[in-house]
């Protein structure tokens, strides 16, 4: 069966500090791969999206990144945090676009 | 561009009633895809239903229905004789089959008092 995994769950940064999240996928090959980010208030936005290694697609403009360096790797980068970057961040993949997503257990960002 | 809203941000109810959730989409799209996920304290997102544009039948799950109407752009979803667990909140979401994501509702947060 597929498994999605997250990491970190909870993370403190402080502002100007660079960032890594990490999202791998199992049970699958040649996912789409997703980052959400969810801000206090409950809505989630999409922020990035790939459809194949090295292959971003950037939804919001701002100060992170993504990249996916293997089939199955989703990496969201930041150089310098903001305060605004605060908030969860969720990972998701869906095998096309008419499937479901299946979501990651999510990272507590909390920038000070 | 796509839109989803739910327009209830907070419900809460005594265990035991029924309540329905109500979400309303907009997309130009002629075939596309609701999606109704629930996000306990937890933060994970749990997959409940998709639902295809072109299959207008109502769906049952245990407690769980859904009522997806094309004429009023609406997918509803109800809870029977709610629980304590029920309480969460749920997120209604639209696809229009393209690899470029979900487009969610603000959603909903659901009190199930006991």
């Known amino acids: 069966s597929q498994t999605i995994h997250q990491w970190p769950a909870t993370l403190v940064q402080p502002v100007g500090s660079p960032l890594s999240l990490e999202c791998t996928v199992e049970?699958?090959?040649?996912?789409?791969l997703y980052w959400y980010r969810q801000a206090a208030g409950r809505g989630l936005q999409l922020l990035f999206y790939?459809?194949?290694?090295?292959?971003i697609s950037s939804e919001v403009p701002q100060n992170l990144s993504a990249s996916r360096p293997q089939d199955r790797q989703f990496i969201l980068s930041s150089k310098k945090l903001l305060l605004s970057d605060s908030g969860f961040y969720l990972c998701?993949?869906?095998?096309?676009?008419?499937?479901?997503?299946?979501f990651g257990q999510g990272t507590r960002l909390t920038v000070v | 561009a796509q839109k989803v809203t739910q327009a209830q941000t907070e419900i809460s109810v005594v265990e035991k009633e029924d309540v329905t959730l109500d979400c309303v989409y907009e997309?130009?799209?002629?075939?596309?895809?609701l999606f109704w996920y629930k996000q306990p304290p937890s933060g994970e997102l749990v997959f409940l239903i998709r639902?295809?544009?072109?299959?207008?039948q109502n769906e049952i799950s245990g407690r769980y229905s859904w009522n997806f109407q094309k004429s009023t752009s609406s997918f509803n979803f109800t809870i029977t004789a709610s629980q304590v667990v029920d309480s969460a909140v749920y997120f209604c979401?639209?696809?229009?089959?393209?690899?470029?994501?979900?487009?969610f509702g603000k959603g909903t947060h659901l009190i199930i008092q006991p």
């Open positions: 998701a993949w869906t095998e096309n676009g008419n499937t479901e997503a299946f």
């Open positions: 049970g699958t090959s040649n996912p789409n």
């Open positions: 790939s459809v194949g290694i090295g292959q």
């Open positions: 997309t130009r799209d002629t075939t596309y895809y």
């Open positions: 639902r295809n544009s072109f299959d207008e």
């Open positions: 979401a639209l696809s229009g089959g393209g690899a470029d994501g979900l487009t």
